[in-house]
């Protein structure tokens, strides 16, 4: 009879996150950036934008521009004759990146034993890769083992995590490195389009590391969740233009995202036999929490965490959901489940709850 710990019959240890730490750029541009959306509205839009942002629950937003291009002044950044095209703003994703994710990963614990390297990044283009550049710059062993994801926009984080997730359940003495890095600051665009002006009105920069291993106290992780929504690929688009990358996101996102959440089959994928008592909702934008609480029936403190990061933070794309789960692991959840929107219109989620690392 063959022994069942042996490396074929063993059972695969569960994915956990170890650790989870988060980072900012120092200029908060929040106000100055709202001003200056306003100001290439006309009149009556630029009345309804100020009344929307004052709603959106964002109090801050953070920028990699510093100095002049930060505060708009005039020949700055977004305040030259021309908008910067996508050469110039891929200059200064590939300045500003490395940095930004070193400074989350640096409040890791001790990398010793990393074996895998997993990134995810929406709004730039660099080669040599960015994850390559963290490798060279952490001094990673060279056999470390590396993945990119990009361009899959807010959910990309939770793909990243299932990724991580699936490389542990493969190799059981895997320890791997996931960061998520996003600069959408570097992306906004001159417009008179009021949704336009309320979709760049969220966005933020922003970085989160992780460790993700099979062993010690975290935050486990188990079933993925994906489902694309019918007819609605047209709500969210992510453009590579020449200024840069155009996001465009519906006003209707919220409203068709609350009619596909109220379907019973799906509410069913996504709640399991028993409810989750943590809920990691990616805020993309106050509307979209509200839609997500009222068709999943939540309670209000349900989401007061996914609120948080936005009020605090902004929407930072991939990155978001990141800073969701940190908050979040502070209180050990028993049972929970993340989940992130974005193009397509799609939605990627995975279950979690707390693994105390016991034998």
Known sequence: MAD???????????????AIATAVPPSDVHTRYTEWAARQLPDRSAA????MEQRSGIAHRYSVLTGADAALESGSFYMADDPPGTAERMHRYTEEAPGLALEAIGKLPSLDGVTHLV?????GFMAPGLDQVLARKLNLAPTVERVSI??????????????????????????VLAVS?????????????????????QFA??????????EGEGLGLGEGLSA???ESEDLITWTVGDTGFAMHLSGAVPGRLADAL???DLQSTICGETRPKAWAIHPGGRSILDAVERALELPKEALSASRGVLHDFGNMSSATVLFVLQRLMAEKPESGVALAFGPGLAMEGVRFGWESGDA
């Open 228 to 230: 694309a929504l019918e």
């Open 4 to 18: 069942p710990m042996t490396d074929s019959h063993r059972i695969p240890p569960t994915p956990r996150i170890n």
């Open 262 to 264: 109220d379907d019973a």
């Open 205 to 214: 920069d922003g970085a989160a590391a992780v460790l993700l291993s099979g």
């Open 150 to 175: 990009g361009f899959m926009g807010c959910y990309a984080g939770v793909t990243m995590l299932r990724t991580a997730a699936h490389i542990i359940r493969s190799q059981p003495e895997a320890k």
């Open 119 to 123: 990134v995810a990044s929406c709004t």
């Open 48 to 51: 309804v934008f100020a009344r």
């Open 181 to 201: 890095l996003e600069l959408c600051s570097l992306h906004l665009q001159e417009t008179d389009d009021l949704e336009a002006m309320l979709a760049m009105g």
